[in-house]
């Protein structure tokens, strides 16, 4: 079967700090062109705290994203404090309750995670922001899916479109956040939040199939 | 030597040949300018402007030759590797179990013993970490006594050295009396030692020993430390916790069996840092775990490969911040926790800089006023709170949530405003007796939390409901919406005015779209007043709301702001362009254009204003020319009077006016005008009393 635990899986959300954290300075930079430079140093406060309160603790994936998204909720501020913090709160409600997660597990939980942050933000694909990474990665890991692909290659799918998504926001025109009101200057510079969530959605799928690699090979 | 050659150099030659001193190139370095700057400068260690006039070129031309010798691979810098390693393996120590700082001390230097490098190491790290006015607990141990014995910092006022823990009989020389008495000499503090035994044979003794007004108060002393300094400590068997004689051996089998693998300031911990429980703990009196965690700085010095599993388990259980140990360790360390890349990363070649040499006096970092840059905003509430304690204190003890100490008051309208941090003294100065109620408080350009805010409109609450009012930004709304949400559940009712005076940030088609910027200074004084006035909830909103509708705000920014944690400019401004309709979060304006003279500045921003607000002669109006950071008040004047010009020209009366810091980008320079179309309402609610930290009227 191509499942992973659920119980030991809490360290891939270390791993997903531990990218963010690195790329600080980074995601920094990319924001100050058109936003006000702060999201490296926000994002690594809010994902460092949480990993510090998941670290040595064996969680479960499930619990270390409510640890997370619980801290960005309410401890960051911030838009991408709420944002991002909606979204991993809904990861962590969708697979609460299994003990294995596999490829349609994977899935609810990504969209539920989107449902969360479009219920609270009002921005659509094409406004420059983190959607135009989470809407096109989560279409085409469903869309590996249907197609019958394993589980790891819908990971595979599902990074690509993420970069490539990421990329694409280079060439838009932000109409949401700070940078909207830069209208057309803000065309050249990826998205801050865009590329953030592209870093998250490796991690998190590079995580997943690490440990789809080591099921399988327990499994045997 | 000098061998003069015939081949006379394009540079140089024709004008310095003449004099003396003047040094053709030698014959073995060929025609190659470059090979004799790069000697004379690293061979024969002369400076750029000896080697300037040598060579008869200018200071610039050799710099550029350096420069580019190091670009093109003809000098190579290279790093001792032994040191590249030991830095590389702080620098994943700290970022791994993100320390405030490591130190890493080489390990192939094996002249001295390890707890010799350690302590003279740990020693220059407390020179920089020990600052005046601090109290430091020392616990005890080899290490510990190695760092006290090498230790010196002169200089230091104020300072009280406290023993962690209580004494002991024990036969060893680094007792716990010892090393804080040999620490306190090192860095001429006052000395608090604990009169007691460590362990004592009950726990009713040691309850009994705590009691006592002598120990008590050894104790308090204890409470006060900011910082200290500990080993660590292993369980294994051949550790000298065993031989020490400072724990029994009985009882140090029992913490042993319960998976113990380290001791902290005499505390046992487990493989995850977690305490473990035993028969010692009730009878130990010294510093406890819980203590130790809420102290600021906790350095701890500690090396040797049998340590790695108890280090590990201190910095997992969080007990360390500071961590001195060597690169044996540090990597052992690491690789324990399953970090495996630093091999890698060390083994890449450290990378060559191939960017030409800038000017001296090229600038990467601003300079700021800073400690810890991600203490930053901590640091600065804690001096704002202490600064205006008559006008407002913690909520909870928070320093994020701030209430007015003569604010709320039952029957009124609550008033709780809040932003990010770095628009000082916007949102904290505004809060007082016929202002704001209460501040929610962010990190720098980033909104609070909703808990905070929530806490805010509990505190503000008399009973007749909250208004919160805030600037027109994406994650202040999602926030604060949600603290009115859990506002709602608690049965206070919030009503919102979300300021969009920036009439630069969109059309005017888009109002509601726009951003709040300095203009919230005239929107906080309407809510503040109408709140104070005891009106309804509505009515203050209302007045808020006509005050939105009728403050234009326009910015110009000259140079971009830096942040505190990068001290790096956050955008580029070329030297001649200036920024029109600026914001106050260092974001980009929406046009560029040239630097021109205040007057035709003024100039735009007014017309710009007049273009949306419909005054007719003989209206009145509130001015507010604010600077948003590091322009002064001199240029800030000089903006004034041409607004005035421009006012008094059209017959419009200024009926108040403000000209200074209310609403800044950190260091950004660059100005807002803020105008306020007044009528008699809100004229009347402009100069309705108040008092705050930065605004007192009346």
Redesign the interface.
């Known amino acids: 079967m191509q499942q992973f635990e659920n119980a030991s899986a809490g360290d891939i959300v270390l791993s997903i700090a531990d990218r963010i ?2 790329n600080r ?1 980074y995601l ?1 930079e990319i924001d ?7 999201h490296g ?2 994002m690594a ?1 809010g994902f ?1 705290m949480a ?2 309160r998941i ?3 064996d969680m479960s994936l499930a619990t270390a994203f409510d640890t997370l998204g619980t801290v960005l ?11 991002y913090g909606v979204m991993f709160t809904q990861f962590a409600e969708t697979i609460e309750k299994s003990s294995s997660i596999d490829a349609p597990a994977f899935s609810a939980m990504l969209s539920n995670g989107l449902d969360g942050i479009q219920s ?2 009002s921005a659509k694909v094409g406004d420059k922001t983190l959607l135009d990474t989470l809407v096109p990665a989560i279409a085409a890991f469903d869309a590996a899916n249907a197609d019958g692909k394993p589980f790891p290659e819908a990971l595979d799918a599902l990074v690509l479109a993420a970069e490539k998504g990421r990329d694409s926001t280079r060439d838009l025109v932000a109409r ?4 909207s ?3 057309e ?1 803000s065309v050249g510079v990826l998205d801050a939040g865009a590329t953030s969530c592209a870093l998250i959605l490796k991690a998190l799928a590079l995580g997943a199939k690490q440990k789809l690699l080591i099921s399988a090979t327990a499994g045997r | 030597m000098t061998v003069k050659t015939l081949s006379a150099r394009k540079n140089g030659t024709a004008r310095a040949g003449a004099e003396a001193g003047t040094e053709p190139i030698p014959l073995r370095y060929g025609d190659d300018p470059y090979v004799w700057a790069c000697w004379l400068y690293y061979e024969d260690h002369m400076t750029q402007g000896d080697i300037a006039e040598i060579m008869g070129i200018s200071r610039a031309t050799v710099n550029s030759y350096l420069a580019d010798a190091r670009a093109r691979g003809i000098v190579n810098i290279s790093l001792e590797p032994s040191r590249l390693s030991s830095l590389s393996i702080a620098q994943e120590l700290k970022r791994h179990f993100g320390l405030h700082d490591c130190l890493v001390v080489p390990s192939d230097d094996n002249t001295r013993p390890l707890i010799d490098r350690l302590g003279g190491a740990a020693a220059q790290a407390l020179a920089k970490l020990l600052k005046s006015g601090d109290t430091l607990a020392v616990a005890w141990g080899r290490t510990v006594l190695a760092i006290a014995e090498q230790a010196s910092v002169p200089g230091l006022q104020d300072v009280t050295v406290v023993q962690a823990t209580g004494g002991t009989a024990a036969n060893f020389a680094y007792t716990p009396e010892l090393c804080a008495s040999v620490m306190a000499g090192a860095v001429n503090a006052r000395l608090v030692n604990i009169t007691a035994p460590a362990v004592v044979s009950t726990a009713e003794i040691r309850d009994m020993l705590l009691r006592e007004p002598l120990i008590e108060s050894q104790f308090d002393a204890l409470g006060k430390a900011n910082k200290a300094l500990f080993g660590i400590s292993s369980l294994r068997p051949n550790s000298t916790i065993h031989t020490s004689g400072f724990f029994e051996s009985v009882s140090l089998q029992q913490y042993l069996a319960r998976n113990a693998v380290g001791v902290v300031a005499g505390r046992f911990i487990d493989g995850q840092g977690k305490p473990v429980a035993g028969p010692l703990d009730d009878r130990i009196i010294g510093i406890s775990l819980d203590m130790l965690k809420a102290i600021n700085l906790r350095i701890a010095v500690a090396g040797g490969f049998d340590k790695v599993p108890a280090i590990l388990a201190a910095l997992r259980g969080g007990y360390v911040n500071v961590l001195i140990t060597d690169a044996a360790t540090g990597r052992g360390i690491l690789n324990a926790d399953g970090v495996t890349e630093l091999d890698q990363k060390l083994s890449q070649r450290p990378k060559i800089d191939h960017r030409a040499a800038l000017p001296s006096n090229f600038r990467t970092h601003i300079k700021k006023f800073l400690n810890d840059p991600n203490d930053v905003v901590e640091e600065m509430l804690d001096g704002v709170v202490k600064a205006h304690a008559g006008y407002i204190r913690p909520i909870k003890g928070s320093h994020r949530a701030l209430v007015a100490r003569t604010g709320p008051r039952p029957g009124k309208v609550g008033l709780v405003i809040g932003g990010g941090t770095g628009h000082e003294p916007c949102f904290l100065g505004y809060v007082g007796k016929g202002l704001a109620d209460a501040v929610a408080v962010g990190n720098i350009f980033s909104s609070p939390p909703p808990g905070t805010i929530f806490q805010c409109a509990n505190a503000a609450s008399g009973g007749q409901g909250v208004l919160f009012v805030y600037g027109n930004y994406a994650g202040d709304v999602m926030n604060f919406d949600m603290a009115a949400e859990m506002a709602a559940e608690h049965n206070i009712e919030v009503r919102t005015v979300v300021t969009t005076d920036d009439i630069a940030s969109s059309p005017i088609e888009d109002k509601e779209g726009r951003r709040g910027v300095a203009g919230n200074f005239f929107m906080f004084k309407t809510a503040g007043a109408a709140c104070d006035r005891g009106l309804s909830l509505d009515a203050c909103e209302a007045a808020t709301r006509k005050a939105n509708a009728r403050t234009f705000t326009m910015g110009v920014a000259l140079e971009p702001c830096s942040m505190p944690q990068t001290r790096r400019q956050n955008f580029e401004i070329g030297p001649d362009d200036i920024e029109i309709g600026m914001g106050i979060h260092g974001e980009r304006g929406v046009i560029r254009d040239k630097m021109m003279s205040a007057d035709e500045i003024a100039d735009r921003v007014m017309d710009r204003i007049f273009s949306e607000m419909k005054a007719a002669p003989g209206d009145r109006v509130a001015v507010l020319v604010n600077s948003f950071g590091a322009t002064p008040l001199m240029e800030l004047y000089i903006l004034f009077r041409r607004v005035e010009q421009r006012l008094s020209a059209k017959d419009i009366k200024i009926e108040a006016n403000w000209v200074g810091h209310y609403c800044t980008s950190l260091d950004m320079v660059g100005a807002s005008i803020s105008v306020l179309h007044l009528d008699n309402e809100l004229t009347e609610l402009l100069h309705h009393p108040c008092d705050t930290a930065v605004l007192r009227i009346g």
């Open positions: 954290i690195e300075a920094s100050g062109k058109i936003g006000d430079g702060d140093v926000n406060k460092g990993a510090d670290r040595g603790n909720m309410t401890e960051i501020g911030g838009s991408m404090g709420p944002l609270i933000g949401i956040g700070r940078a009101r830069l209208g200057r």
